[in-house]
Antibody, heavy 119, light 108 residues
């Protein structure tokens, strides 16, 4: 079964940090381009970061650039998002999502992990 | 940034009727456009990519069309389980990948 499972979400104070993880199974993770997409409460989808199948290049949305760091470990089928200097505007459900390559949509999604930034 | 605009915001359709959802891009995306379905409390699910190719396991009642800046998702005969929010996303002019604001489909 094709699966992505996120973990690491929780409650954090403004200015704090969290590290999200995404464990992949059931498909060739090392061939997939991976992304993090978030959804604030009651809002739409916002793409925030991309990493190629090999680990480079990497891209970020302006809203998180300089604060968030995406990485992957193909040997262990895992994707990560290090989130620093968190603000209340980062409160959202965070999804990892992947696609097999250019020309494709995001065909694999995790169930999401909730990040709440509040004092 | 390529801004994606979806209309209408909410669509109310009777079971068995056709639902037509629109997505407009501020710059041409050729056919590098995807549609997703999201039900409450669930992750999005890919329906269509390449503007018109159904993803694996997607029923034939879902179809996509368009190119350039104007796109349509059609649900030919609405079923009760199709009640959801639908998002379009472009992946031609990136980063960033950009999503539309979504269309909520309600069953009348």
């Amino acid at each position: 079964e094709v699966q992505l499972v996120e973990s690491g979400g929780g409650l954090v104070q403004p200015g704090g940090s969290l590290r999200l993880s995404c464990a992949a199974s059931g498909f060739t993770f090392s061939s997939y381009e991976m992304n993090w997409v978030r959804q604030a409460p009651g809002k739409g989808l916002e793409w925030i970061s991309y990493i190629s199948s090999s680990g480079s290049p990497i891209y970020y949305a302006d809203s998180v650039k300089g604060r968030f760091t995406i990485s992957r470990d193909n040997a262990n089928n895992s994707l990560f998002l290090q989130m620093d200097s968190l603000t209340v505007d980062d409160t959202a459900v965070y999804y990892c999502a992947g696609r097999p390559g250019a020309g494709y949509g995001l065909d694999v999604w995790g169930q999401g992990t909730t990040v709440t930034v509040s004092s | 940034e390529n801004v994606m605009t979806q209309s209408p915001a909410t669509l109310s359709v009777s079971p068995g009727e056709r639902a037509t959802l629109s997505c407009r891009a501020s710059q041409s995306v050729i056919t590098n456009l995807a549609w997703y379905q999201q039900k409450p409390g669930q992750a999005p699910r890919l329906l269509i990519y390449g503007a018109s190719t159904r993803a694996t396991g997607i029923p034939a009642r879902f179809s996509g069309s368009g190119s350039g800046t104007e796109f349509t998702l059609t649900i030919s005969s609405l079923q009760s389980e199709d009640s959801a929010v639908y998002y379009c996303q472009q992946y031609n002019n990136w980063p960033p990948f950009t999503f539309g604001g979504g269309t909520r489909v309600e069953i009348k």
